[in-house]
């Protein structure tokens, strides 16, 4: 089995990062694949999304780091974009 790993970043809020994940998921699922979608954000919008829809035909994992705000200093963005970047097979940073 082939995993592929998609990052969806941007330190700016209200992007469409978790809207970008949810429809990136559905696609993935109606091409009969098998998404997994990591909520990591605080704000946890997947996850609220997932249980008022009653369950997605995909799992919905919420993983909150509570070290990412800290990491998010001034200096810090573009260094945890490059590594989400690094650990990712594809990258979408949503942008308006």
Same mark, same amino acid.
């Given at each position: 089995?082939?995993?592929?790993r998609?990052?969806l970043?941007?330190?700016?809020?209200?992007v469409g990062?978790?809207?970008?994940?949810?429809f990136?998921?559905?696609?993935?699922?109606?091409?009969? *694949? !098998?998404?997994? &979608?990591?909520?990591s954000?605080k704000?946890?919008?997947? @996850? %609220?999304?997932?249980?008022l $829809?009653?369950?997605?035909?995909?799992?919905?994992i919420?993983?909150?780091?509570?070290s *990412? !705000?800290?990491t &998010?200093?001034?200096?810090?963005?573009r260094?945890?974009? @490059? %590594?989400?970047g690094a650990? $990712?097979?594809?990258?979408?940073?949503?942008?308006?």
């Amino acid at each position: 089995m082939t995993f592929h790993r998609w990052a969806l970043i941007s330190v700016k809020p209200g992007v469409g990062k978790s809207t970008s994940g949810i429809f990136l998921a559905q696609a993935l699922h109606e091409a009969a *694949l !098998d998404p997994l &979608l990591v909520d990591s954000d605080k704000g946890q919008s997947c @996850h %609220r999304w997932d249980e008022l $829809a009653g369950g997605m035909p995909f799992p919905v994992i919420s993983k909150v780091s509570r070290s *990412l !705000d800290k990491t &998010l200093s001034p200096a810090g963005p573009r260094r945890v974009i @490059h %590594r989400a970047g690094a650990d $990712a097979r594809r990258v979408v940073s949503p942008r308006r």
